[in-house]
């Protein structure tokens, strides 16, 4: 194979950015083959922009068995990823699929099932782990430059989102047609750089979600979550959608110092010795380890390209992915995990009761008044957002 | 009364600090006129750096009897606080006690009861509150410049403290000797900062204590608490003594912006309008309101001295306390409520049940291999400490 032929599910927001670099010739050893949508004007739109050669489908189905395509991005609403990329894998495709992996566990560990017995090439737009600032910290972090990890802190409310967005399509911040609130929409990649960056799942959870806080929706807007980690260390996650300014600041203690991770800049604490060195021998009472403080250097760059190119390579060279599909269940644990210990308000141990969430979340789209609406997908202007 | 004669109760390192400026005479309108201390050889080092003119006592009650004294000042242990407190008052004297107002409300209320029965001055050692930082905070939060507050994180995790401190005396860390750790020694002025700036006391709290982590000792020494008010805000509270070098971050975010200090300064970011006005009338989708960042000027100053002064003011010319000694509950409040929730594994409503707090307590003291050591009270050098 000369050049991967992608196709795209879903011309949304994210679908049609793909499109774009794609035609564009953006990515190595890739072509936009073909694109599918439900929605008619969204195929006349695609045919209008990048002309007549472009294959289009009203349906994923057609699109995976066309004998167009080697691979696809799937880029269709949350609910629909772990189905479509499970059917994609069996018609013998490479998939990549956009973040969240799913809504619910159970769901996206049958896709993961899926892809184990497909020898496919099968990732996740985690576009953050080519974020040099998080690749660095998981650097220092997994090299042992910070010494084991004993807190992490990440406090992430910059997602500002007025009642006019929510009300810009009838599926969103629905149970029914998101699955969720600001965890599964906006938190994707904060919750997978948490556990990526660290190289650490807590092992039990308790959080504390409100659910249409300051906003007309039903799912959640405003969480804090507490989590425990095998080796002891603590941590708190905190976003919302409703401040403005907020704040993105992460923050990780750890044995030989702290890192935080505030204004696109990573500032390092570092012990001259460990802590756990300067504890046992140190006698005079008050005093601390002598500390440096370094400005850590972090290129630009990064961005959803990278990834698409990453899987491309992978395809065409077998080179490892960065970010594999099957780690797309990590962040979405701790999303579940987290709206799972508000329902039940207790703790949840990991792995979740992967039924209960199921059955929870069931509950939730049943009593819902707003299930009618969501499907309705409607496509709004994304400039500046992710 | 021209001058008021102060008598101060313990001659630890808060006790010698206080006296040392009342024997400089930096306190307008006070003059240190005895001290007691149970520990005759810290006496006699009062005796030879104050001269003969100081009276000497070995029991507090003894110099509560004497004729010697209008006021005292109270540097005794954590536990003997509210007890002493209550007798000096009952002896017709004014009281200025030192932080914490005690190990347990139900002790402390009964302290509040004596004062307000008592129709004399009663203070407490919040010099914090005279810190122009937080007293700025205050001021912007109470007046309404940041709006109704909806969410508080304070991150306290540098008050770094080795085996070596804590090993320097066989009461510290101990349930019987000190009733309590890092929640009790160390972050009693952030514990009243946090309610004070604000003016909100949590309705409850749900937390998280570690005790001896990465120490020999009994007690908490590493908490996370999460916290959710009437109003509907919520709020995160994280201290440690293990962490070097640690933060000391407070974030305050509300209608109208947010304000963070750190690093002995405070931001404000503000917004033109409330962030309620614009979600009420912004129709664009993605979108935030404009915002200002401001550097507020603080000006320097703040210490022990000026709540001593204060005190001494309120006695002589009737003036209102700015840490009037009834609100000591308060922090301690929120200390007994984290450990309450973290000793039921459940939420904590406040006030809360004192009874329950004061039988889990006697239940540590009991259970504890070092209370045998409780009663060994030394005096460590805390130059650079508070």
Redesign the interface.
């Known amino acids: 194979m000369d050049k991967v032929r992608i196709g795209i599910l879903g011309l949304g927001n994210m679908g049609t950015g793909h499109a774009r670099y794609l035609i564009e010739g953006r990515v190595e050893g890739a072509v936009l083959a073909a694109v599918s949508d439900v929605r008619s004007e969204r195929l006349e739109l695609a045919a209008q922009e990048w002309g007549t050669e472009l294959k289009l489908y009203s349906t994923a189905e057609e699109l995976f068995y066309s004998g167009e395509v080697d691979g696809v991005l799937i880029c269709t609403p949350h609910y629909d990823h772990p189905q479509q990329a499970a059917a994609a894998l069996k018609a013998g495709l490479h998939v990549l699929i956009e973040k969240p992996a799913g809504v619910y566990t159970k769901q996206v560990r049958e896709m993961n099932e899926a892809a184990a017995r497909s020898n496919k090439v099968f990732g996740i737009m985690y576009n953050q782990r080519t974020n040099p600032l998080y690749a660095k910290l998981r650097d220092l972090i997994t090299s042992g430059e910070l010494g084991e990890v004993?807190?992490t802190?990440w406090?992430i409310?910059n997602w500002?989102r007025?009642?006019?967005?929510y009300d810009?399509g009838g599926w969103r911040a629905t149970w029914a047609g998101e699955g969720g609130g600001v965890l599964l929409n906006q938190d994707p990649h904060q919750l997978d750089l948490w556990q990526w960056t660290t190289g650490m799942m807590p092992k039990r959870v308790?959080a504390?979600c409100?659910f249409g806080?300051?906003?007309n929706i039903e799912v959640e807007n405003?969480v804090?979550a507490?989590v425990?980690y095998e080796n002891?260390a603590?941590g708190?996650f905190?976003t919302?959608t409703?401040?403005?300014?907020?704040?993105n600041r992460f923050?990780i203690?750890g044995e030989r110092?702290?890192i935080?991770i505030e204004n696109d800049k990573m500032t390092f604490?570092r012990?001259r010795v460990s802590?756990?060195e300067?504890?046992?021998t140190?006698?005079?009472?008050?005093?601390?380890?002598e500390?440096w403080k370094f400005e850590i250097p972090v290129s630009d760059g990064g961005n959803h390209m990278g990834i698409t190119q990453d899987w491309v390579n992978a395809i065409l060279h077998g080179t490892p992915l960065l970010a594999p599909g099957e780690e797309g269940i990590r962040g979405l644990e701790l999303s579940n995990a987290m709206l799972l210990s508000t329902w039940t308000d207790g703790w949840v141990d990991l792995p979740i009761n992967e039924d209960l969430f199921y059955e929870k979340l069931q509950e939730k789209i049943l009593s819902s008044d707003k299930h009618k609406d969501a499907n309705s997908y409607e496509t709004?202007?994304?400039?500046?957002?992710h």
Chains 1, 2 share one sequence.
């Open positions: 004993r807190r802190n406090i409310t500002y007025s009642q006019s967005y810009s308790r504390f409100s806080k300051h906003r405003d804090t507490y425990e002891g603590t708190v905190v919302s409703f401040e403005s300014p907020g704040t923050e203690s110092g702290k935080v604490w012990l802590e756990t300067f504890n046992a140190f006698k005079g009472g008050f005093g601390q380890p500390c709004l202007d994304v400039k500046g957002t």
